[in-house]
Structures are given as structure tokens and as C-alpha cells.
């Protein structure tokens, strides 16, 4: 049998990857401390005392101090004592933590159900009420005290009174235990447990036999790790975005830089051919030299 102290923080719903929805407790588990190892010899039976939940050592009395650093251990705001051969390995100083549970074992919580103060047969027990109506003086009376002609001198013991309602220990069997968490400290176990918000409350495994094939739980979704994914994805997202935004201004800044260029070239080149085209007109056009004439021939005989 394993055994440990937590601490009821409240009731919430968890949901699995296959969309199944557990209503759970939340229980938190700091880890239990060994402080003490009760042994048959010395104390005539087998048991661990374990402190749950640190607090100031101010507020700590002498025996307690003593106690505590005997064991060298921190002081504890609890004390309590668990047993269970599976405990049997644990030594002062140990810290028992949540994975001694894992999802899918079956357990036991035992608590201090909440406290109602005096209470009337209606409430405390469940018991009918009286009729409503044509006179009827009675309502939520406790009925007939008469016991079939015995003894009417006295009430037999477990008859069922008013009195006080709850503060009483209260145990919830064949828990279905559908997270354990050591790293965050908590246990989801289905369904309601006793106790108030806050309260102590002892998770032990189931002490009866479980019959047929044991119900096996779903992987939950990890809300953290979901989130962190989308997380990565919409950086992702936004990175990609950027990157395709500035692969596409430099695609326009290289375009523009070439256009720049060729329309330069081209002014030059056009710049080249206008002062080719001007030296051609100003070049002087060279005369090309006559060939003499021939002297005309004297006319003979004048």
C-alpha cells in the first residue's frame, strides 16, 4: 500500500486527446518529509511520520525545534504518519513525492468532511418532511420516539436525531487517480473528495480488491505545451513574414539598382553616341587637289 498527505485545493474539469472530460479533485502534494521512522521494536508497530508543508521556524516551539533538527529537516506546519510495505525503503530525510501514483491506479481519500454545526433529522440524515398544508403543525420534526412497546423509557442507541452534522472523518473509496504530477506537485483524482478547500486530506491505494478490467486513462492535453507550440508556430509565422518581406524589398531594391544602372548606361551610351555624332560635323572636309592643266598650245602662223 502507498500512501501520502496533500492538500485539497478544488474541483475543475480536464479534457483528453480523444475529447473525453474527467471532473477532478486537485490535490497538492508538496513532498512529504521523513522526520521519523516508527519501527516494531521501539514502538511496537511500523510507520513513517512524515511532515508536509514547510513554515518559519519563529514560529516553531523548543520541543519542535529539537524534533525537527534531530532529523535534519526544515520545520513542518504537519505531522502525520503513513504506513505501506512500499514505504518500507524510506529513511529520515527521504521526501515522498507524487509519482508514487500513477494515472490509472485506483485510490482512496480519506478526509474531514466539512462541519454544519447543529443539524435537524432533514439535513443530517435525509429524512422526508412533513405535510405542507390543511393545518399540519409538523414540518422537519424528528417523528416518533416509540420503540414498538420495549423499553420507551430511554432512546436506543443509534437512533437517528438531531444533533451535530459533519467535522467527522470521512473516507471516498475506488478513486480513479487520473494525473500525477512531481514536477508541479499535484494529484487529479475523478470526482469529489471530503473536505473543505485547503484541507488535509490522506491518498492511499484502493484496500479493496478491484474487480474486472481496470479503466485506463486518456492522455490529457498539455494546455502548456499546446500554447507553447502555437507560441512557436505564430513566431514562426512572423519570421517567415519577415523574411519573405525582406527577400521581396531587396528583389525591388536589386530591380531598382538595375534599372538605375541600365538607364545610366544607356544616357552614357546615347551621351557617347551625340558627341561622336558632333565631332563627325565639325571635322573640316578636306579639298581634293585638281590635276594642272596643260598649258594651252601657241597658235602658230599668227
Request: no cysteine; net charge positive; aromatic share 4%.
Amino acid at each position: 500500500m502507498k500512501q501520502i498527505i496533500g492538500r485539497k485545493m478544488g474541483m475543475t474539469e480536464v479534457f483528453a486527446q480523444d475529447g473525453t472530460m474527467y471532473a477532478v479533485t486537485v490535490i497538492e502534494v508538496l513532498p512529504n518529509v521523513v522526520t521519523q521512522v516508527k519501527t516494531l521494536e521501539k514502538d511496537g508497530y511500523v510507520a513513517l511520520q512524515v511532515g508536509f508543508e514547510e513554515k518559519k521556524e519563529s514560529k516553531a516551539n523548543k520541543a519542535e525545534k529539537g524534533h525537527f533538527a534531530k532529523a535534519g529537516v526544515p520545520v513542518m506546519k504537519v505531522l502525520g504518519e503513513i504506513k505501506g510495505d512500499e514505504l518500507a525503503n524510506y529513511k529520515v530525510g527521504d521526501k515522498i513525492t507524487a509519482d508514487i501514483f500513477k494515472a490509472g491506479d485506483v485510490v482512496d481519500v480519506i478526509g474531514t468532511s466539512k462541519g454544519r454545526g447543529y443539524a435537524g433529522v432533514i439535513k443530517r440524515w435525509g429524512h422526508t418532511i412533513g405535510p405542507k398544508g390543511h393545518g399540519s403543525g409538523y414540518h422537519r420534526g424528528q417523528g416518533s420516539f416509540a420503540n414498538n412497546g420495549r423499553n420507551n423509557a430511554r432512546v436506543i442507541p443509534g437512533k437517528k436525531m438531531s444533533g451535530h452534522h459533519g467535522n467527522l472523518s470521512a473516507t471516498i473509496l475506488n478513486q480513479l487517480l487520473v494525473e500525477a504530477n512531481a514536477e508541479k506537485n499535484y494529484i487529479l483524482v475523478r470526482g469529489s473528495v471530503p473536505g473543505a478547500k485547503r484541507s488535509l486530506v490522506l491518498v492511499r491505494s484502493a484496500i479493496k480488491t478491484q474487480l474486472g478490467k481496470p479503466e485506463k486513462v486518456q492522455s490529457l492535453v498539455d494546455y502548456e505545451a499546446a500554447a507553447k507550440a502555437a507560441e512557436e508556430a505564430r513566431l514562426a509565422e512572423e519570421r517567415r513574414i519577415a523574411e519573405e518581406k525582406a527577400a521581396a524589398e531587396a528583389a525591388a531594391k536589386a530591380a531598382e539598382e538595375a534599372a538605375k544602372k541600365a538607364a545610366e548606361e544607356a544616357a552614357k551610351a546615347e551621351a557617347e553616341a551625340k558627341k561622336a555624332e558632333e565631332a563627325k560635323v565639325e571635322e573640316p572636309k578636306i579639298e581634293e587637289a585638281k590635276p594642272a592643266e596643260a598649258p594651252a598650245e601657241e597658235v602658230k602662223g599668227e
